[in-house]
């Protein structure tokens, strides 16, 4: 009897559906789903983390942050208004600043243009097509000063709504010797004319790939940056667009091509300006800009003449009118005077003549633009253009660089 009760109480421990293998597999199963669990808990931990960090596989990382510390844009960043087609782009490492004398974007002549702060990021969307059209500056470092010299380069957006009508080059005939009546003018201007009409005169360096990447930009962006002043010279040779500096000369047309790619640390479409660059900017300003007037203390809004005929009321001639009438006969620093303005773009009129890209025939003459501190007003206006051989050096002739915004890989351009 008692073996046989031995017998039924072990078949019952060990056998099919007995005791012990029960508790045992309820104990693996429960093991086995705590392993599960803390698997899936590491798994979650790690999806976290790979998201608030750096992204990894399908995980989307956290966006990083729109501005550095000194308040510099991470990435391009494209501000739109509420007027079709006119925007701005923020390159990556740059900023839209305010100016001291008005604590806005934007300084009338007379006012204190110098940059007062970066704008804070809360403000950048902001940003209305008005404060576009009368120039934004931009920085591309802190706002700080070395002896009151800014360490910082600044440069003016350039509004293109429309590349075909608005990017274009523009022949200012009336520059080329022609009087009011349509008549040759004499001497000089009368033979630069009567030369000019035997050649394919203004081409444009159409054929590099620089100069395709600039067209593609300008479409798709809606604009470019120029310099804010006439370039000047650091100690490694590269091209600056500073406040307070003796503009660059005694270079020729092609050093200044090789300057301004040196400052390509900050952005690789960095270029001596090309003649349909210059023209869009002097067309952008017609209609737009408040320059100084010839009568001393008023102002106006500049005009096709103010351009075309006389700039003497907004620039650095021999014969400046009004408040612009402090002629010197010396090239001044850069933002010398608040009244050699238009939409915070410096000496377009007037200081020294600058070189650009523009071609004049298949040999080696190069276009200047703009006129100088001994010229006349009338004779050498912000529209001019004039040619010489580009290896040409002088004191009054400088430069002005600009850059266009870089397309990002996916755009459709």
């Not at 100084?292 to 203390?297: F, I, L």
């Not at 102002?299 to 009004?322: P, R, V």
């Amino acid at each position: 009897m008692l073996l046989i009760l031995a017998g039924v109480a072990l078949a019952t421990l060990t056998g099919q559906g007995n005791i012990i293998g029960n508790a045992e597999n309820a104990v693996g199963k429960y093991n086995n789903s705590v392993a599960l669990e803390q698997q899936l808990l590491n798994e979650i931990e790690k999806y976290f983390q790979n998201y608030l960090e750096e992204g990894n596989g399908d995980n989307p990382p956290t966006p990083p942050e729109p501005v550095d510390e000194n308040g510099l844009a991470t990435e391009n960043t494209t501000i739109t208004t509420d007027e079709e087609n006119i925007q701005i782009v923020i390159p990556k490492g740059f900023a839209p600043v305010i100016l001291t004398g008005s604590n806005s974007t934007y300084s009338l002549p007379g006012q204190d243009g110098s940059v007062k702060e970066i704008m804070p990021y809360e403000q950048w969307s902001s940003i209305t097509a008005e404060q576009i059209n009368q120039g934004i500056v931009i920085v591309d470092h802190a706002v700080t000063y070395t002896e009151g010299v800014p360490d910082f380069n600044e440069y003016v957006w350039i509004s293109i709504p429309n590349c075909k009508e608005n990017f274009k080059r523009t022949e200012w005939t009336t520059l080329l010797g022609y009087d009011e009546n349509g008549e040759l003018g004499s001497g000089e201007r009368k033979h630069l004319l009567a030369e000019m009409e035997t050649v394919n005169r203004f081409w444009e360096e159409t054929t590099t790939q620089e100069y395709q990447n600039m067209i593609d930009s300008v479409e798709y962006y809606k604009g470019f940056y120029i310099g804010r002043y006439e370039a000047s010279e650091d100690t490694e040779n590269i091209a600056q667009s500073k406040r307070a500096r003796l503009p660059w000369g005694g270079i020729s047309q092609q050093e200044i091509i090789t300057a301004c790619k040196n400052n390509n640390d900050k952005t690789e479409n960095m270029h001596l300006m090309y003649g349909i660059e210059y023209d869009s900017v002097l067309n952008w300003l017609i209609g737009k800009a408040i320059i100084s007037s010839p009568v001393e203390g008023e102002q106006k809004t500049m005009e096709l003449a103010d351009i075309q005929t006389d700039s003497g009321s907004w620039g650095n001639y021999a014969t400046s009118k009004g408040d612009a009438g402090i002629n010197n006969g010396k090239p001044q620093n850069t933002g010398a005077s608040e009244y050699w303005k238009a939409n915070n773009i410096y000496d377009l009129a007037g200081n020294v003549c600058e070189w650009t890209q523009e071609k004049y025939s298949t040999d080696t003459g190069r276009v200047l633009r703009n006129g100088y501190y001994f010229g006349k007003g009338t004779e050498k206006s912000a529209a001019n253009r004039y040619v010489k051989n580009h290896d040409i050096t002088a004191d009054n002739f400088g430069f002005r660089s600009s850059f266009f915004v870089a397309l990002d890989a996916g755009s459709d351009a």
